[in-house]
C-alpha cells in the first residue's frame, strides 16, 4: 500500500470514530464509568437509569463498546451503599456517578477517583464541594433542590388547599440528605405559616403506618424528601394520599403522573442527561474541581384535576394558568 493511500485510510476511520471514543488519552483503552444507585435493580430505577444511557449514546458512548459502565443497586440498605462504594472504587474505574444519596458514600468511599453526583439538594452543607462555582475537591455534578423550590410546593397547596395549617414531610431518616430536607422545609413552611410535621418511612409497612399517623394528627396535605424512599415508592405513596384525603405535591412527574395532585420541581430525567456531559468532560482531561455544579434551570409545575376533584379540591386559575401541564 502507498504511503499516501495509507494515510488517507487511517484519515477516514479516525473521523469515522465517535468523538467520545478519540477523546480518551490513552489509546486503546475502554472508559469504566461507575454508578452507585439507589434502587433496588435498573427497572426500579427505569426512567432515569434510560436517561443516563440516552445522555451517554447522545455523546456517542455505547456501553461495551467505548465505555464501560459499572451499575450496582444498594435497595436502599445503607450497609450496601457502603459496600459497593467501596467495591466501585476498587475497581480502579474512571469515573464515579452517583445521587443524593449515594454520592455521599461515593465520597467517604475515595478521595482521588471524580465523582460526578445529581439530585443532591445542597451539595455545600453536605460537604461533597467548597462551593458551586469552584468545588474544589473531587466530586461535583447538578443540584436539584432549594428552599425556593420548597416553597413553591408549599405555597401552591396553601393556595389549593381551604385554611391549610399542618402539612406532613415525609422522609427516611437513613439518608444522609435528610436533614437538609427538613431544615429548608421547615423554614420555608415557617415563611408561609405552615406547621410541617415530620414522619419516617424506611419500608412499605412503615410507609402504610405513616400515613394512617398522618390522618390521626389531622394532617391536610404532604411533600415528601426528594429521591430514595420517595422515588423508589413513587407509584404507591400517591394512591395512599388520596385513600387518606391528603394533598400530595411531588418533587418531580416521575411521583406525579401516578396520582399526585401536584408537582413543581426540576426536569431530573434532563439531568441524568447532562450528567454524562460532566463524565464525558471529565474522560477529556476536566478535573471536577474546575466544574461548576450545575443548578436546575428547567422547571415543571404540573397538576392532576383528576386527582383534585377526588379530594374535592378546586384548582385556583391563577394556578391552572401558571402549569406547565394539566392532566384531565
Known amino acids: ?9 487511517v484519515g477516514g476511520a479516525i473521523v469515522a470514530l465517535p468523538s467520545a471514543a478519540r477523546s480518551q488519552q490513552q489509546p486503546g483503552k475502554v472508559p469504566r464509568v461507575g454508578y452507585l444507585w439507589h434502587a433496588g435493580s ?9 436517561a443516563l444511557l440516552e445522555g451517554f449514546e447522545k455523546l456517542g458512548y455505547v456501553d461495551g463498546r467505548n465505555i464501560i459502565l459499572e451499575h450496582r443497586f444498594p435497595n436502599e440498605i445503607p450497609a450496601r451503599f457502603k459496600s459497593m462504594a467501596e467495591e466501585l472504587v476498587a475497581l480502579n474505574v474512571d469515573v464515579l456517578m452517583g445521587g443524593s444519596i449515594s454520592s455521599l458514600y461515593l465520597k467517604n468511599a475515595t478521595a482521588k477517583i471524580p465523582i460526578i453526583f445529581m439530585f443532591v439538594p445542597d451539595p455545600v452543607g453536605l460537604k461533597l464541594v467548597d462551593s458551586l462555582a469552584r468545588p474544589g475537591g473531587n466530586a461535583t455534578g447538578l443540584s436539584n433542590f432549594g428552599r425556593d423550590l420548597v416553597g413553591k410546593r408549599l405555597q401552591f397547596l396553601k393556595e389549593t388547599v381551604p385554611r391549610l395549617s399542618r402539612v406532613a414531610l415525609l422522609v427516611n431518616p437513613d439518608q444522609q440528605s435528610t436533614r437538609i430536607y427538613i431544615q429548608e422545609t421547615q423554614a420555608a413552611a415557617a415563611e ?89 468532560k471529565i474522560l477529556k482531561g476536566a478535573k471536577p474541581s474546575d466544574l461548576p455544579v450545575e443548578q436546575p434551570t428547567k422547571l415543571e409545575f404540573l397538576i392532576n384535576l383528576k386527582t383534585a376533584r377526588a379530594l374535592n379540591l378546586t384548582i385556583p386559575p391563577s394556578l391552572l394558568a401558571a402549569a406547565s401541564e394539566v392532566i384531565e
Not at 405559616?193 to 419500608?203: D, H, K, N
Not at 390522618?215 to 391536610?220: D, L
Open 42 to 50: 435498573a427497572e426500579e430505577e427505569g426512567p432515569y437509569f434510560r
Open 1 to 9: 500500500m502507498r504511503r499516501r493511500d495509507f494515510i488517507s485510510l
Open 192 to 280: 408561609l405559616g405552615l406547621v410541617i410535621q415530620i414522619f419516617e418511612a424506611r419500608s412499605l409497612k412503615e410507609l402504610e403506618l405513616a400515613f394512617d399517623e398522618m390522618a390521626a394528627a389531622g394532617i391536610q396535605a404532604m411533600v415528601t424528601a426528594s429521591g430514595g424512599t420517595a422515588f423508589q415508592y413513587r407509584a404507591i405513596i400517591p394512591k395512599l394520599a388520596i385513600a387518606h384525603h391528603l394533598a400530595f405535591s411531588a418533587f418531580s412527574r416521575e411521583t406525579f403522573v401516578d396520582g399526585a395532585l401536584m408537582s413543581y420541581g426540576a426536569d431530573q430525567l434532563e439531568m441524568c442527561r447532562r450528567s454524562a456531559v460532566y463524565v464525558d
